[in-house]
């Protein structure tokens, strides 16, 4: 089946998403030039528990796997619930996209997307606390993840601000 | 899953806590590491762009959609065109929109691919209009058009009814369109034909022969067809897998054609089916065994394919014919397809003749049909077509269509398999679950990732929470029941689905169930499955959850901790060399330079120049002298490596990242250090004593020292088959270790393959570059490419040419560098040979021929050189496969020479079945490689001396293409 040209129809896994990192060095452009030639992934919504150990178990399956960076909270160098999987080869990467996104790893739905590749520093989470944004004002409860967000306090109600 | 246990989890709301796999990141309440049985994620539904796609047509809501269904095709449209928008920016960006013919192409292959996606009351009238408007069209974008429709009858197998309706149709309204279409799928065939494109092939022809049920081609001229492919029963010296491969085609079509060809030609039918029955009646079946999942006939005989084949179409010819499951749509147009006008323009088809053999061609694999389920395994109100029956293959043909069609998009793939409405109370998901087993269970390969099966199921499980689930908890009993005769590879695809599902239901499953085997021998097959799967279920989460979630009487099978093990830290008693690995480790903590680490290493007494300390290593009493100081040199080394690598392995223990981060830093010292096999196969014996307890670290550390070179592939497998590795040959990690090395082996192969196919493609442009733009002094633009293939090469045999580790950063740090291996010498001098030879002769060209410019100089250059590179791989992988199965035959004779000493069967010990059946599954995974390889194999390693028992695995394998 290689061998034929598989229309786009059943290319929606692969496709790019809405996200577009705002602090990428270059044009969008650029980034998409970059994105759809990655064979880097972002992996979110891990538990800040989840090891790269794990990581590499399940993400090995689609492929050989390059290197893992795990995505470190800013103050406290510890796990704050990202990484990022290279692979070696497109192919893999895109197997990863198919069939990893959106099933469990520690009793946790993950996400992946496209990353433009990896750069110093991206490991580190852009919360103002040094987690990840998502994890600032979020309000429930998530224990995987630190508990409540970190600039939420449950005994206030919080309005606005909203999601960054 | 839902358990026999614990099916409550899903017992309320349809999706149970699975629906929430489209909510983003941000609304996704998550469970504690000790999670609370009850805990349930919160449904805050984010519409986002995903969402939207995935909603076209989710069976859970169809009935809100049932108004939206006029709407639905020009809606899906819609999106699939934005869809395409996003995915194709680029396009979009460098043309700055599409001209009319290219939206008209998008705008017809989305319609026509969708078509009958999904089939309901109004795909009657969807065809009628979708007829007309091609018509319309037909006259500005006939190429298109075509062109598209040969994209479908290639792609949508399990639609080509439907496409044969639409094509029919159109014959009845064009009066050229007939036979203008046959003259481009002819041309199409000829041209899959003649470059073996096996798969198309037969889709073709079974599109043909159902294009006599819409009165297109002449049912003689068909006839006529099958009669040149069945000639090929009557070549000689050719291997049958080629004529299995044509007389498939006739089988696969015949219950689309049998009832016209009935009715027409009874007379031929009949001799066709005579010819074919002889045919499959004298066949060879050596190649059975190797590729059946059991070894055992029993409860399911595990049929070869063309012969099950064959008997549910000598059922069907009993029957006249007559089958109820194929999807007919073209009997709904009986005016227009079959009234008396249209009935006059049947075509011919053209005479087409299938090309001779010749012995590079590679025909596909013989088969066999899996079968797990029989009707007496569903429940009362279902009825499973028995193994003969037309209907049994023509679900299971249609679900594995499905299967392959969609299987880069799980969730489309799921809804189409739910989707099909089998006839007379067929249990579908029986069905379906038999047939993703037998395709994830497929020797000697699947298909597809082995993660997309386990995916698939996991949407199936979701779309059909309370239906599928069950079915799924049958078929793992019934398989773990089965596993004593269940083949080793096949297991281990068990295991790895098994806890992979397991991970995406919480572990939960019914493990009492399974209590009364555990006093089984350790090393039998159930004992062995569960022991693999917990290992894998702690890969992917930790030990403390294993011990969670498994009953007591389990944690004997439970894996170790994996904590690494510093042998020099233990104080009591100490061992040689312990003092020496405090100092190491804290070097190498402080992140001493390699130099210092080496001075410390060298301070090690010598056990031969100092009698005091040579009393705790292993020393050998060799009378001469000279071999004792050689050999007591090499055990001094061996202490020096051992020291290096427990202690750098000890320190870089926290992590994955940390281990190699460590591997990476001293991986100059590691070149001094570590020259010959032996000192390679020291390295991982260390790393063995330290990570005994972890698989997984075993297998990416190995994985690590090939790619950075520290050892080669050999050396694995010999360490592999060696002594100390003796007790664990039947844990499958120890194979993963082997496979991933095999792997990398053919990969590197594979690599310079290319770069000289890519270099001999380039070689042919750049001559016709040079031939036009021969008086001018421009060099043709493909130098870039040239300077990125001079990196390439400078990188040398490195076996991960795309590592950036700062392994080469180091480089120039150490310089008094010892060239690492005899090869290494052989290539630098080839290289320099090759740069010689190459020069001569561009000077000996350049005097008869016009100057070749400099870059067709160079690239003739790189192309000796990868040719040489290629040539070398290739040696070293013939020498790796030789090395495999010369240690597979050693370990297996000594077992069967022990086993006649001790006066016991050797059949009857589990040991023979794990081993014998993985050099059956490298003889399987590699076929390509090793078929390259098989006459130095059979003269050199496998004769007739060795034990049946071995050869027989050889002999099964020779088969596959014979």
């Known amino acids: 089946m290689s061998d034929l040209t598989i229309p786009f129809l059943f290319q929606k896994s692969i496709a790019l998403s809405s996200y577009r990192d705002r602090q990428f060095r270059g044009s969008e452009g650029d980034q998409d030039k970059k994105l759809l030639t990655s064979t880097t992934l972002y992996v979110g919504n891990l538990s800040f528990f989840t090891t790269e150990e794990q990581i590499h178990e399940l993400f090995s399956r689609t492929g050989d796997v390059k290197r893992i960076i795990m995505g470190l909270d800013k103050t406290t160098k510890t796990p704050c619930g990202f990484c990022f999987v290279e692979y070696y080869t497109r192919q893999d990467a895109e197997q990863a996209m198919r069939y990893i996104n959106q099933t469990r790893l520690d009793d946790r739905i993950i996400r992946t997307d496209w990353d433009a590749g990896f750069i110093d520093g991206r490991q580190y989470g852009r919360g103002r606390s040094g987690g990840q944004v998502r994890d600032e004002y979020r309000k429930d409860y998530d224990p995987g993840r630190g508990g409540f967000g970190k600039r939420f306090n449950p005994s206030m109600e919080m309005e606005k601000g909203g999601l960054v | ?962």
């Open chain 2, 1 to 962: 899953m839902a358990t026999k246990g614990g099916r409550n989890r899903n017992g309320g709301g349809g999706g149970g806590g699975y629906s929430d796999d489209d909510d983003d990141d941000f609304h996704n309440k998550s469970q504690q590491r000790q999670r609370a049985p009850s805990s349930r994620h919160h449904h805050h539904h984010h519409r986002s762009d995903r969402r939207h796609v995935q909603q076209q047509n989710p069976p859970s809501q169809q009935q809100q959609q049932q108004q939206q269904q006029q709407h639905q095709h020009q809606h899906q449209q819609q999106q699939q065109q934005q869809q395409q928008q996003s995915y194709d920016t680029n396009k979009r960006r460098k043309f700055g929109g599409l001209d009319d013919d290219e939206l008209t192409e998008d705008k017809l292959q989305i319609t026509l691919l969708s078509l009958g996606q999904k089939i309901d009351s109004t795909l009657e009238q969807t065809l009628r209009d979708l007829c007309t408007t091609l018509c319309n069209d037909l006259t500005k974008h006939k190429k298109i058009i075509f062109g598209i429709l040969n994209q479908c009858i290639q792609l949508l197998p399990e639609r080509i009814t439907i496409y044969s309706t639409l094509i029919g149709l159109l014959h009845a309204s064009i009066i050229t369109f007939g036979s203008d279409f046959i003259d481009t799928c002819i041309s199409s065939l000829k041209e899959c034909l003649l470059t073996y494109k096996f798969e198309v092939i037969q889709r073709y022809i079974r599109f043909l022969s159902d294009l006599i049920n819409v009165k297109l081609i002449s049912s003689s001229s068909i006839l006529k067809l099958y009669e040149i492919l069945i000639q090929t029963t009557t070549e000689t010296n050719i291997p049958q897998v080629r004529t299995d491969f044509f007389v498939s085609c006739i089988l696969v079509s015949l219950p689309y054609s049998g009832k016209v060809l009935l009715e027409k030609h009874n007379t031929e039918l009949n001799r066709l089916l005579y010819t074919i029955d002889k045919y499959v009646y004298k066949r060879s079946k050596i190649h059975v065994p190797i590729l059946q999942v059991w070894t055992s006939l029993e409860p399911h005989p595990q049929e070869e394919y063309l012969d099950c084949l064959w008997a549910q179409i000598k059922r069907l010819n009993q029957d006249e014919w007559s089958e109820s499951q194929i999807f007919r749509p073209y009997y709904t147009y009986a005016d227009t397809l079959f009234s008396d006008i249209s009935a006059s323009i049947v075509h011919d088809l053209p005479l087409i003749t299938i090309p001779i053999h010749n012995d590079t061609i590679i025909y596909p694999l013989p088969k066999i049909v899996f079968r797990m389920f029989d009707y007496t395994d569903v429940p009362e109100q279902f009825v499973l077509p028995g193994a003969h029956a037309i209907e049994r293959y023509l679900i299971e043909e249609e679900i594995s269509n499905i299967i392959h069609t969609y299987h880069t998009e799980r969730k489309d793939c799921a809804i189409q398999l739910t989707q099909i409405r089998p006839k007379n109370k067929i249990p579908l998901n029986y069905m379906i679950v038999e047939v993703i087993f037998g395709l994830l269970f497929k020797l000697p390969r699947p298909q597809h990732l082995e993660l997309f099966y386990g995916s698939l199921l996991l949407e199936l499980c979701k779309l059909q929470p309370s239906t599928l689930p069950p079915v799924l908890v049958q078929a793992v009993d019934m398989l773990f029941e089965r596993l004593n005769t269940m083949k080793t590879s096949c297991i281990e695809r068990f295991v790895k689905w098994f806890s992979y599902h397991l991970s995406n239901f919480q572990f939960t499953w019914a493990w009492q169930d399974w209590i009364n085997c555990l006093d089984e021998n350790s090393e039998s097959p159930k004992i062995k499955f569960i022991r693999e799967t917990l290992q894998r279920c702690m890969r992917l989460s930790f030990h403390q959850r294993i011990i969670e979630f498994v009953p007591e009487q389990f944690y004997k099978l439970v894996p170790n901790k994996p904590s690494p093990i510093f042998k020099f830290e233990e104080i009591d008693p100490p061992i040689f060399g312990s003092e020496y690995a405090q100092l190491l480790t804290k070097k190498i903590k402080e992140r001493a330079a390699a130099e210092d680490i080496l001075r410390t290493l060298n301070t090690v007494p010598n056990p031969t120049k100092d009698d005091t300390s040579a009393t705790t290593t292993a020393t050998s009493s060799s009378s001469s002298s000279i071999i004792n100081q050689t050999t007591n040199d090499l055990t001094y080394n061996m202490v020096q490596i051992d020291l290096f690598v427990s202690s750098l392995l000890w320190i870089g223990s926290k992590s994955f990242t940390h281990s190699f981060a460590s591997l990476a830093k001293y991986h100059q010292l590691f070149k001094i250090l570590i020259e010959t096999e032996e000192q390679q196969i020291q390295v991982l014996k260390s790393m063995y004593e330290v990570w005994p307890n972890h698989q997984q670290m075993m297998v990416v550390l190995v994985d690590k020292l090939v790619k950075t070179q520290i050892v080669e592939c050999s050396a694995v497998a010999n360490w592999i088959f060696s002594s100390e590795l003796g007790s664990e040959l039947t844990n499958f990690y120890v194979w993963e270790i082997l496979s991933s090395t095999i792997e990398k082996m053919n990969r590197q192969v594979e690599k310079y393959h290319n770069e000289l196919l890519d270099l001999r493609r380039q070689l042919n442009i750049s001559a016709t570059v040079q031939a036009a733009t021969h008086t001018s002094d421009i060099i043709p633009s493909n130098e870039p490419i040239i300077t990125s293939h001079e990196e390439k090469i400078s990188d040398e045999n490195k076996m991960d040419e795309n590592d950036n580790t700062p392994v080469n950063e180091e480089k120039p740090t150490i310089t008094n560098l010892k060239r690492r291996r005899e090869s290494d010498d052989d290539d630098d001098d080839d290289e320099n040979n090759d740069e010689k030879q190459s020069t001569e002769k561009i000077q000996s060209m350049q005097i008869s021929q016009p100057p070749m410019d400099e870059a067709t100089a160079k690239l003739h250059e790189k192309y000796e050189i990868v040719e040489e590179r290629l040539s070398h791989a290739r040696e070293q992988q013939k020498k790796l496969y030789l090395i495999v199965f010369q240690r597979f035959i050693m370990t297996l004779s000594d077992f069967l020479n022990e086993c006649e000493s001790k006066n016991v069967d050797p059949v009857s010990t589990p040991w023979l079945k794990w081993i014998i059946e993985r050099l059956q599954e490298i003889f399987l995974l590699y076929h390509e490689q090793v078929f390259q390889y098989v006459s130095t194999f059979e003269s050199l390693i496998f004769t007739s001396d060795i034990d049946f028992c071995i050869l027989e695995v050889f002999q099964q394998f020779c088969a596959l293409r014979a």
